[in-house]
């Protein structure tokens, strides 16, 4: 099996600042840095996520209209 995809590493990533975050243990200034980090790895996995129901949702329609046929 190929590596990891971009979206499984975003993931992994969000976890492992998630838990730092929630450790709490470092600098306040560090943790805004992760904080940051984190929502902009949110938003991105939530525009992968969104494209990826966007072409199901094109697969499904189109397989729709082949049955129709």
Known sequence: MAGKSTYEKKIERLSELSTILERGEAPLEELLKVFEEGIK??????????NT???????????????ES
């Not at 129901?53 to 049955?67: F, P």
């Open 41 to 50: 790895l949110y938003r991105e996995c939530n525009t992968i996520l969104d």
């Open 53 to 67: 129901e966007s072409k199901i949702q094109t697969i499904l329609i189109k397989e729709e209209a082949n049955d």
